[in-house]
C-alpha cells in the first residue's frame, strides 16, 4: 500500500533530538512517503540533526534561526527553488527563560514575555505567511500546544500565555487561509520526556502524575504524536481544520485524579 504522504512535501522546523516531538513526527510522516525538509537554530544543534535528518534521507537540511529574517528567507527560496511547492508545514518550537518557568507566573519580566510570544507564536503566524504562496490550493500547517494554555500547570507560567496565544493564531490561520485549500491545526501532546519538557521546573512529578492518572495509564508516546500529524496532514484530514487535537492518554477530560491518587 502506498503511505499516507505519498509524493508529499513537508518542512518540519524543531527537531532537536532523537527523542524530540518534531523528530517523532519526521519519522512519521517518512515513513507514511513523504519527502522532508528539516532544519536546525545553529551549529551546535545541526551537529545532531543533520545525522537524524541523513537516517530520514531529508532532502534539504537548512540552518534557520526563527528570530532572523535572513535566514527564513534563505530556508524559502531554498524550498521554492529545489521542490517547487509545499504539501505540509510542521512548527515545533517554543521559548521562554527556565529560570522564569520557576516561582510566582506574577514575577514574569517584560523581556521575556516578548520573547516568549515572539518565538513560541508570532515565528508561526511568519513562517505560514513564507510557506502560504508554495501551498497553492492545497496544504496543511501543524504547530505543537499543551494544555498549560487553559489550564493553570505547575511551572508552566509565561509559557501558558504564549500557548493560548498560539492556539488562538491557529483558529484565524484556519479562517483566513481555509478558501484557499490551507487547513491550520495544533496538537497538545501531554508531558514528554524532551529537552523542551526538562526544561519545566517539577517534569519529572508532572509526568508521573499524568501517567499515573490518564484513563489510558500512559502519556503519550512520539509514535503516536506522529501519527496524528500524519493523519492531518493526509487526505484523511481534509475537512479537519482549526482544531487543537490533545494527545495526552485522556488526561485532559479528568476533573480530579483518580480516587487511588487523591
Given at each position: 500500500?502506498?503511505?499516507?504522504?505519498?509524493?508529499?512535501?513537508?518542512?518540519?522546523?524543531?527537531?532537536?533530538?532523537?527523542?524530540?516531538?518534531?523528530?517523532?513526527?519526521?519519522?512519521?510522516?517518512?515513513?507514511?512517503?513523504?519527502?522532508?525538509?528539516?532544519?536546525?537554530?545553529?551549529?551546535?544543534?545541526?551537529?545532531?540533526?543533520?545525522?537524524i535528518a541523513e537516517t530520514l534521507g531529508a532532502d534539504i537540511v537548512e540552518c534557520a534561526d526563527l528570530e532572523d529574517s535572513t535566514?527564513?528567507?534563505?530556508?524559502?527560496?531554498?524550498?521554492?527553488?529545489?521542490?517547487?511547492?509545499?504539501?505540509?508545514?510542521?512548527?515545533?518550537?517554543?521559548?521562554?527563560?527556565?529560570?522564569?518557568?520557576?516561582?510566582?507566573?506574577?514575577?514574569?519580566?517584560?523581556?521575556?514575555?516578548?520573547?516568549?510570544?515572539?518565538?513560541?507564536?508570532?515565528?508561526?503566524?511568519?513562517?505560514?505567511?513564507?510557506?502560504?504562496?508554495?501551498?497553492?490550493?492545497?496544504?496543511?500547517?501543524?504547530?505543537?500546544?499543551?494544555?498549560?494554555?487553559?489550564?493553570?500547570?505547575?511551572?508552566?507560567?509565561?509559557?501558558?500565555?504564549?500557548?493560548?496565544?498560539?492556539?488562538?493564531?491557529?483558529?484565524?490561520?484556519?479562517?483566513?487561509?481555509?478558501?484557499?485549500?490551507?487547513?491550520?491545526?495544533?496538537?497538545?501532546?501531554?508531558?514528554?520526556?524532551?529537552?523542551?519538557?526538562?526544561?519545566?521546573?517539577?517534569?519529572?512529578?508532572?509526568?508521573?502524575?499524568?501517567?499515573?492518572?490518564?484513563?489510558?495509564?500512559?502519556?503519550?508516546?512520539?509514535?503516536?504524536?506522529?501519527?496524528?500529524?500524519?493523519?492531518?496532514?493526509?487526505?484523511?484530514?481534509?475537512?479537519?481544520?482549526?482544531?487543537?487535537?490533545?494527545?495526552?492518554?485522556?488526561?485532559?477530560?479528568?476533573?480530579?485524579?483518580?480516587?487511588?491518587?487523591?
Amino acid at each position: 500500500m502506498p503511505g499516507l504522504l505519498e509524493n508529499r512535501r513537508g518542512l518540519i522546523i524543531g527537531v532537536a533530538n532523537e527523542r524530540s516531538i518534531a523528530c517523532g513526527i519526521a519519522r512519521s510522516m517518512h515513513a507514511e512517503g513523504a519527502s522532508l525538509a528539516l532544519t536546525y537554530q545553529n551549529e551546535q544543534l545541526g551537529r545532531r540533526v543533520i545525522p537524524i535528518a541523513e537516517t530520514l534521507g531529508a532532502d534539504i537540511v537548512e540552518c534557520a534561526d526563527l528570530e532572523d529574517s535572513t535566514s527564513l528567507d534563505r530556508l524559502f527560496a531554498c524550498i521554492e527553488s529545489q521542490w517547487g511547492a509545499l504539501d505540509f508545514l510542521v512548527h515545533s518550537v517554543a521559548y521562554s527563560d527556565r529560570d522564569e518557568l520557576n516561582g510566582r507566573f506574577i514575577d514574569t519580566s517584560e523581556e521575556n514575555f516578548r520573547r516568549s510570544l515572539s518565538v513560541s507564536c508570532y515565528s508561526f503566524i511568519d513562517i505560514a505567511r513564507r510557506a502560504r504562496p508554495l501551498m497553492a490550493g492545497h496544504g496543511c500547517m501543524l504547530t505543537l500546544t499543551f494544555q498549560g494554555s487553559n489550564r493553570v500547570t505547575p511551572f508552566y507560567n509565561v509559557m501558558g500565555i504564549a500557548k493560548a496565544a498560539l492556539e488562538s493564531t491557529v483558529r484565524y490561520l484556519a479562517n483566513d487561509l481555509g478558501r484557499e485549500g490551507i487547513r491550520v491545526n495544533a496538537i497538545s501532546p501531554g508531558p514528554m520526556k524532551t529537552i523542551a519538557g526538562a526544561a519545566i521546573g517539577g517534569a519529572r512529578k508532572t509526568y508521573r502524575h499524568t501517567e499515573a492518572n490518564a484513563p489510558m495509564g500512559s502519556n503519550a508516546s512520539l509514535e503516536a504524536i506522529g501519527g496524528t500529524a500524519a493523519y492531518l496532514a493526509s487526505d484523511y484530514g481534509a475537512c479537519t481544520t482549526g482544531e487543537i487535537i490533545t494527545v495526552d492518554g485522556g488526561f485532559h477530560i479528568l476533573g480530579m485524579p483518580r480516587a487511588d491518587q487523591i
